[in-house]
């Protein structure tokens, strides 16, 4: 049976250079349920365009709110971050092909993409992403994890063996966005969540960048979160991370 997104038209994952600013702001949904998440929405309107689901949201219910994201027009980003047997991998793309989505993540890990990347099926408007290192890691972090060298080394080899795999985009902080294009070229979608106004606490990230700097070190949609969530009046907070997007945009 075709999923709720069957036939659905999707933007072109890689933007264009004029693609509207809100487009390119991923608002992440990182709430305990659908209604909580449904409320962020209703309050930002037509401010934001693209959110993102991630694991705690889909397994309270979180795809179903897909569907009716979907129909009030919205692009959905799932962060699935995907990793197990290539068989349970290929599987769990082949669900997600005519979900809806227009992004869903996979752990960088050879195998893994290799999978996603053989079972999406033809045509599919899925834009698979390799997750490199998450943002609230650093060199620290990665050698107590047991690997070797730095947190820019790591993103660098993850982003190489995502481009061989053909993947269709990484998810980095924008700390590694410039080296990144130049491993991956230009055709590679530039994901980047630990996004932080001026000023902000970086909470529980560690490789955090404004809006700004991220778009200008060639990032190519942004993921933001509590920035805009738990502010007292979301709309104006995102309406800043978009004024934030077009001084970065300015600055390439």
């Known amino acids: 049976m075709a999923g709720p997104g069957a036939g659905l038209k999707v933007a072109t994952p890689r933007p264009p250079a004029d693609i509207d600013?809100?487009?390119?702001?991923?608002v992440a949904l990182d709430r305990p349920t659908p209604e909580a998440a449904m409320e962020v929405v209703v309050r930002l309107g037509d401010v934001a365009s693209f959110y993102k689901i991630g694991m705690e949201l889909i397994y309270a219910g979180g795809l179903g709110l897909l569907e009716r994201l979907v129909a009030r027009g919205k692009k959905v980003f799932l962060d699935t971050k995907l990793l197990d047997i290539d068989n349970s991998v290929a599987g769990a793309v082949r669900s997600l092909a005519d979900s809806g989505a227009v992004m869903a993540t996979v752990h960088a890990y050879p195998a893994a993409m290799r999978?996603?990347?053989?079972?999406?099926?033809?045509?599919?408007?899925?834009?698979?992403?390799?997750?490199?290192?998450?943002?609230?890691?650093?060199?620290?972090?990665?050698?107590?994890?047991?690997?070797?060298?730095?947190?820019?080394?790591?993103?660098?080899?993850r982003a190489a063996d995502a481009r061989a795999a053909g993947i269709d985009g990484i998810v980095a902080s924008a700390t590694e966005a410039a080296e990144i294009r130049r491993v991956v070229g230009p055709d590679l979608l530039i994901v980047t969540p630990g996004i932080r106004p001026a000023g902000a606490e970086a909470e529980d990230q560690k490789r955090v960048a404004t809006p700004a700097a991220a778009i200008a070190a060639g990032a190519d949609y942004l993921v933001v979160g509590r920035a805009i969530t738990s502010s007292d009046d979301?709309?104006?907070?995102?309406?800043?991370?978009?004024?934030?997007?077009e001084a970065g945009l300015a600055a390439r």
């Open 21 to 26: 600013s809100r487009d390119r702001m991923i």
């Open 115 to 157: 999978a996603a990347v053989a079972a999406k099926p033809a045509g599919s408007d899925l834009a698979l992403l390799g997750v490199t290192v998450l943002t609230s890691m650093d060199d620290a972090d990665i050698a107590a994890a047991g690997y070797a060298g730095t947190v820019r080394d790591l993103v660098a080899r």
């Open 234 to 245: 979301p709309a104006g907070a995102a309406e800043n991370i978009l004024h934030g997007i």
